[in-house]
Nanobody, 115 residues
Framework: QVQLVESGGGLVQPGGSLRLSCAPS????????MGWYRQAPGKQRELVAR???????DYADSVKARFTISRDNAENTMYLQMNSLRPEDTAVYYC?????????WGQGTQVTVSS
């Protein structure tokens, strides 16, 4: 069973930055893709950003030019750098990893953007 350990959430003021980390229990190169999803209260879980094994990235329109997904092969960790945060970015953020038809999820980390 793949485990994904997230860290880096917290409380930040509007306009601030946070970096989320996701460390899988096996090599990141075992996954077809990894990504970040978020779920705000009363809303469906939505894709924020993802990166495939070849390094191609995709972003939700709402976070383009503000968020950057990346991975560090040496650290075997995926990151989400979040800049210019807005109150509407407040949500629980989940790390996701996909191997063929199987999806694995982290436990989630809370991001709250508020003054």
């Amino acid at each position: 069973q793949v485990q994904l350990v997230e860290s880096g959430g917290g409380l930040v003021q509007p306009g601030g930055s946070l970096r989320l980390s996701c460390a899988p229990s096996e090599s990141i190169f075992n996954f077809n893709a990894m990504g970040w999803y978020r779920q705000a209260p009363g809303k469906q879980r939505e894709l924020v950003a993802r990166i495939n094994v070849g390094g191609r990235t995709d972003y939700a329109d709402s976070v383009k030019a503000r968020f950057t997904i990346s991975r560090d092969n040496a650290e075997n960790t995926m990151y989400l750098q979040m800049n210019s945060l807005r109150p509407e970015d407040t949500a629980v953020y989940y790390c996701n990893a996909n191997i063929l038809s199987q999806n694995f999820w982290g436990q989630g980390t809370q991001v709250t953007v508020s003054s």
